[in-house]
């Protein structure tokens, strides 16, 4: 199986499962991740053998695994005692519930299908497939949309006292009724500071929702890094929108 099919999430998520079945005293870095020439646990988990560009992803991977407290070092070790390590309780919750942050998990309680739809899209945006960066741009879009959408119900939005049907809607509920409703309802208890940022988070939904349609459906030629941009403001957007002041610090 050739790698790049994988995402840096799938590559955290093959970690946290080979160290989830992994004796207490853990596994060497590098005899998880392997060398060249030197195939590591990684690589027979997933039956593939990485290119040096696959290995330094995968190392990214266990690094940011380790930053974010989903594995840790056992310090059990004498010579290399940071590089032996085992999975936290806390990579044990990510793994079971397959959510590596807080946006997984505000996702997760909304829809388990958004954390797919996340997932997907960056899954695409790795993809080596024709239109697969078409395709990441609509799943991207997809999960604003929907996100919004499972959160803000027609219904909802309609027992909303500030409520008037905007004539450019064949529903007459818009997307900015829907965020408006969201604000309210995650973020009305921050600082004023606080929402001011999810004030503007507010904006950026909606022009990075449009800039990945616009990505999804235009005839040119598609840049990786358009796409992964778009990906990634539109996470940070979602952050700020549904997430309380505790996660965004």
């Not at 004498?78 to 990510?94: M, Q, Y």
């Not at 505000?106 to 997932?119: E, M, N």
């Not at 409520?163 to 208890?189: E, L, N, P, V």
């Not at 990945?212 to 235009?218: E, F, I, Q, R, V």
Request: hydrophobic share 40%; aromatic share 4%; net charge negative.
């Amino acid at each position: 199986m050739n790698i790049s099919a994988h995402t840096i999430r799938s590559l955290k998520f093959a970690i946290l499962g080979i160290l989830s079945s992994s004796s207490p005293s853990g596994i060497n870095k590098i005899n998880l991740v392997g060398r060249n020439n030197q195939p590591g646990h990684l690589e027979h988990h997933l039956d593939c053998a990485f290119e040096s560009t696959e290995r330094v992803l995968a190392i990214r991977a266990f690094d940011e695994l380790k930053a974010d407290g989903l594995i840790y070092p056992t310090m059990i070790d004498l010579i290399d005692p940071e590089s032996w390590v085992t999975i936290t309780d806390r990579g044990k919750v990510a793994l079971d519930c397959h959510a590596l942050d807080s946006l997984d998990e505000k996702l997760q309680q909304i829809s388990p299908h958004l954390v797919d739809i996340r997932a997907g899209a960056w899954s695409a945006v790795a993809s080596q497939e024709p239109d697969a960066l078409r395709q990441a741009a609509h799943s991207g879009r997809e999960l604003i949309d929907q996100t919004i959408k499972e959160v803000a119900t027609d219904a909802k939005i309609k027992e909303q006292p500030w409520y008037q049907a905007d004539a450019s809607s064949r529903s007459g509920i818009t997307r900015r009724h829907r965020i408006k409703y969201i604000m309210q309802t995650f973020r009305k208890d921050d600082s004023q500071s606080n929402l001011k940022i999810a004030d503007k988070a507010r904006d950026l939904v909606l022009a990075i929702d449009d800039r990945l349609m616009g990505l999804a459906h235009t005839r040119d030629e598609i840049l990786r890094t358009d796409v992964q941009d778009a990906l990634l403001v539109a996470e940070i957007a979602l952050r700020r929108l549904l997430l309380g002041k505790e996660n965004n610090s």
